[in-house]
T-cell receptor
Framework: AQKVTQAQTEISVVEKEDVTLDCVYE???????LFWYKQPPSGELVFLIR??????QNEISGRYSWNFQKSTSSFNFTITASQVVDSAVYFC??????????FGKGTMLLVSP | GAVVSQHPSWVICKSGTSVKIECRSL??????MFWYRQFPKQSLMLMAT?????????EQGVEKDKFLINHASLTLSTLTVTSAHPEDSSFYIC?????????????FGDGTRLSIL
């Protein structure tokens, strides 16, 4: 069975602070994909990134960066210099061979001015 | 590209009525679509996997007779909540996989907020 754990339920930061959202996963698949999605208050899911299990390179996209470590089964997400518009619920998700997604419980990020 | 349209965005109806939610892939064909439900402050839970031209596969604990799924074409899947009751009030969101798209990620609709009075 697949499992995604986001231990942080809610994080509050002040604008311009850096923040890291943790994600730990469990799977027996050798090939799998990891995702991060953003869900603003309006409800839609915004795709942020997908990594496959064979690519452990860290990735940076603007203020966003991701750290994938297979040894610890973690796929953490860092927002640098956070902004109020970053306030949302962030979901980490895992997909195995059949494309079905298993979501973590989400981390609510509140960025105050 | 890869836009998924979900309709309606909001629906409020009386207890006992049936509600149909549509999920359309606008610029691609989708052999497989997924339906999720999200209760307030909770995660997305997969309800069922919908394959064009065949019966949907429901997750454990999801009532097939209550949540009817039809995927009659490569661009449309519908979820009908039959005889809806207040406990069915939730955020329903669909996603679609591009036909022949290899290992591309799911493309999500914007969701439907269902409120049963």
């Amino acid at each position: 069975a697949q499992k995604v754990t986001q231990a942080q339920t809610e994080i509050s930061v002040v604008e311009k602070e850096d923040v890291t959202l943790d994600c730990v996963y469990e799977t027996r698949d050798t090939t799998y994909y990891l995702f991060w999605y953003k869900q603003p208050p309006s409800g839609e899911l915004v795709f942020l990134i997908r990594r496959n299990s064979f690519d452990e390179q860290n990735e940076i996209s603007g203020r966003y960066s991701w750290n994938f470590q297979k040894s610890t089964s973690s796929f953490n997400f860092t927002i640098t210099a956070s902004q109020v518009v970053d306030s949302a619920v962030y979901f980490c998700a895992l997909s195995g061979g059949y494309s079905t997604l298993t979501f973590g419980k989400g981390t609510m990020l509140l960025v105050s001015p | 590209g890869a836009v998924v349209s979900q309709h309606p965005s909001w629906v409020i109806c009386k207890s006992g009525t049936s509600v149909k939610i549509e999920c359309r892939s606008l610029d691609f064909q989708a052999t497989t679509m997924f339906w999720y439900r999200q209760f307030p402050k909770q995660s997305l839970m997969l309800m069922a996997t919908s394959n064009e031209g065949s019966k949907a596969t429901y997750e454990q604990g999801v009532e097939k007779d209550k949540f009817l799924i039809n995927h009659a074409s490569l661009t449309l899947s519908t979820l009908t909540v039959t005889s809806a009751h207040p406990e069915d009030s939730s955020f329903y969101i669909c996603s679609a996989l591009i036909q022949g798209g290899g290992n591309q990620p799911q493309h999500f609709g914007d969701g439907t907020r269902l409120s049963i009075l």
